[in-house]
């Protein structure tokens, strides 16, 4: 996904979220509803990052 902040455009990563049916129902403000349990792969921090223009490694 590509953004801009500032007039700078960088690329935006998305992670992959999977979600599971637990089998388990709940229900919120009167309504029955079925869960889920969501799960969320680890996303690939920059080696190099930028902060007010100087740039920096972790």
């Known amino acids: 996904m590509q953004l801009t902040y500032r ?7 998305t992670p992959a979220v999977d979600a599971i049916a637990t089998g388990e129902t709940a229900t919120f403000m009167g309504r029955p509803y079925a869960r889920k349990q969501f799960t969320v ?3 690939q921090q920059p080696a190099e990052l930028t902060y007010r223009g100087v740039r920096y490694a972790r």
């Open 7 to 13: 007039g700078h455009s960088y690329e935006a990563s």
């Open 41 to 43: 792969a680890q996303r």
